[in-house]
DNA sequence: TCTGGGGTCCTAGGACCC
DNA sequence: TCTGGGGTCCTAGGACCC
């Protein structure tokens, strides 16, 4: 059996966690530079405030209704997606965190499912203040169908019997359905299957030829027989990506370069954060796709690096080496993107016997530049080129003080 | 004025190998 | 008239996830 574990409106229960006068009160949280919404209170969501909406264009609805608005805020919702996950790894050693609110937990040989699922998700809900909801099942897209129906009822779904389930996907939208997205549910809409249960009705050789294999599993999973197991172990990645609209247009070279020079500063960290060589990186540019009235341009290179490397000065070198030659006059961009690919573990990339580089271990400005930027704070020592004023850094207007990750916002109390 | 960011997997087709 | 069989690797495009 497998369970899943869901915190509800995750971003938007971090934020409440800390100002308890929102409880009951409608809440929603933004995207990067305030653009749409990402999140929202159940009272949001009953006032009709659609996921992915644009900001400006819900103002009026805000004012009139005093919805309490944040800015992204991931410092804050990555610690407490930590929290929650250590609870629940507390009840069973086969845990795969799946996503930042999510978290699938084997389940296998433990019995009275329904008492232990309300066990779990009242102790992570006293432990961390994050409400949870629980889907157990056989299989991992069932666990996903049983974790929804659970938060309409009471936090807790196990769904144990063939008759149960079918009950369940007898009502359940194709399109809510974990691997159904938009294309597909167009797709089965448009020949009248509706329902999840009409989908695992049709004949499995249909779901291969227009679903893949993907879909075939999907089916199988329907029909309670798991095809997708845990994961228990972590994957290494296989490309990396740093990629932020800009708080305002800009076709400033100058400015292009900053952003560039940061994004890319960035991603060198990560890479050392995850103990691996980029092989090649990609620069990107583009202009803002929604303004018909602009001109569009996405220009785009990969530029393969002399030997895999992770250390910012070589990484932010090349990068603008391919913003020079990707920049053209006369556009107004709206975002840079820098992906890393080819991803080698540092211990195992090859060296170039023409080259006088020793490797990532040799890298001693790196390890000074992370030791220095974790004790003092990260941007403390950092490439010129990133520039000083970065003036096309991110809009954050309602952004919410770090209570958990920094001592200057820690919550006093008399 | 203003529209997110970061990933994975699968398939088909082409280039290449012996 | 007729033109093999068995592979690998890479890329682009399309689908999906949160």
């Not at 653009?35 to 969501?45: D, L, T």
């Not at 999840?196 to 089916?219: C, F, K, S, Y």
């Amino acid at each position: 059996m497998f369970g899943l574990a869901d915190c509800n409106n995750f971003y938007a229960s971090c934020e409440r966690l800390f100002q308890p006068q929102l409880n009951g009160m409608p809440i929603v949280v933004l995207s990067n530079n305030d653009g749409c919404v990402i999140a929202r209170s159940n009272e949001a969501k009953a006032l009709g405030v659609k996921m992915g909406a644009v900001f400006y264009q819900i103002k009026d609805l805000i004012a009139q209704h005093q919805i309490a608005v944040f800015s992204s805020h991931y410092t804050l919702y990555g610690d407490m997606s930590a929290r929650v996950m250590t609870n629940l790894a507390r009840f069973t050693p086969e845990v795969e965190v799946y996503s930042i609110d999510e978290c699938f937990l084997g389940l296998q040989g433990y019995s009275n499912l329904e008492a232990y699922g309300h066990l779990v998700r009242n102790t992570v809900i006293k432990n961390t203040g994050i409400p949870i909801s629980l889907g157990i099942a056989p299989t991992k897209v069932l666990a996903k169908v049983a974790n929804k129906t659970a938060k309409k009822k009471n936090g807790v779904m196990v769904l144990d019997t063939d008759d149960k389930i079918k009950q369940i996907l007898t009502t359940y939208p194709v399109e809510d359905l974990w691997g159904i997205g938009r294309q597909y549910a167009h797709k089965l809409i448009a020949m009248g299957i509706e329902t999840a249960e009409q989908l695992r009705n049709l004949p499995i050789d249909w779901v291969q030829t227009h679903m893949t294999i993907v879909g075939v599993r999907l089916w199988r999973e329907l029909w309670g027989e798991s095809c997708i197991p845990l994961e228990l172990t972590l994957d290494r990645k296989k490309a990396m990506c740093t990629s932020r609209a800009f708080g305002k247009l800009t076709g400033d070279y100058t400015e292009l370069r900053e952003a560039t020079a940061s994004y890319m500063s960035r991603l060198a960290l990560k890479l050392r954060r995850e103990q691996c060589c980029a092989t090649a990186i990609t620069v990107k540019l583009q202009t803002n796709r929604f303004n018909p009235n602009h001109r569009q341009t996405f220009p785009s290179i990969t530029l393969a690096l002399l030997h895999p490397v992770n250390n910012t000065h070589d990484l932010v070198k090349t990068a603008l080496e391919g913003l020079r030659k990707i920049y053209v006059r006369g556009y107004l961009f709206q975002k840079v993107e820098v992906m890393a690919t080819g991803l080698i573990p540092e211990t195992e990339v090859q060296l170039n016997m023409f080259s006088e580089y020793k490797g990532a271990a040799h890298d001693k400005l790196s390890k000074i530049m992370d030791n220095l930027n974790a004790h003092f704070g990260a941007g403390t020592l950092r490439m010129a080129t990133e520039g000083q004023k970065q003036r096309w850094t991110l809009r954050r207007e309602f952004l919410s003080p770090e209570y958990t990750t920094n001592w200057n916002d820690i919550i006093k109390t008399k």
